[in-house]
């Protein structure tokens, strides 16, 4: 299997989904077909160059994301389960 090379605008890409617009690394990663230890390399390397550090918003916006998810299971489950009590519920001997 020979090595993949990237361009280094592919990399600058790659760095801006992670810094401006809130994907994880792990979900940038994921998304373009690269590892995550390279996608989180590339982040300290370009960074500085796509003119923001990896922050706390970019941080808090994955996080967000996560929590937003999560959420919208937990209601689900939720609902499935007051159904099942209701249907329960009615099977009385």
């Known amino acids: 299997m020979s090595r993949r090379k990237f361009s280094r605008e592919f990399k600058l890409s790659a760095v ?11 979900e940038a990663a994921e998304s373009l077909g690269v590892d995550p230890a390279t996608m989180r390399y590339w982040v300290d390397q370009f960074s500085q160059e796509v003119g923001q550090a990896p922050t706390s918003d970019s941080t808090l916006l994955a996080e967000n994301r996560r929590l937003r998810k999560e959420n919208a299971r937990l209601l689900m489950e939720r609902d499935i389960l007051k159904k099942a009590a209701a249907f329960f519920a009615k099977e009385q001997p």
């Open 16 to 26: 801006q989904l992670v810094t401006h617009q809130g994907y994880t690394i792990a």
